[in-house]
């Protein structure tokens, strides 16, 4: 389901962008299968630095991101930032209550 709404969605990126002259087949995630698809839009945090990482080496990060917003994406990494109802977050934490007592990291020292 995610890989076919995936595959439209940069399909109508293309279509919008074709006109500003942005080429998006350079796009990092585009491999004509759509195998990164459950990276981009899973819910595990490795799953997401992952997929925000591979973003960070795509030359089309900034105009995706800008895209993702104007189309008020309500989900998945986009441009490197990741869209969770529709509003981007920092980083996305942890399932569950986060500890009563957390541990406190200690400097790093040379
Ligand atoms: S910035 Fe990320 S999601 Fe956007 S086209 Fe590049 S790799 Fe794909």
New binding site residues.
Partial sequence: MFAKLFEQE?ALELELEADQGID?SD????DGAATMVGL?FSEQIDDIAR?KA??GL????EP??QGALERREPWG????HLFANGKVLAQKRKRGRPPKNPQVQEPLTA
């Fill in positions: 940069l998006w796009a990092r995630c585009r981009f997929a591979i973003c795509c030359p089309l990060a995706c991101f990494v986009w441009g490197g």
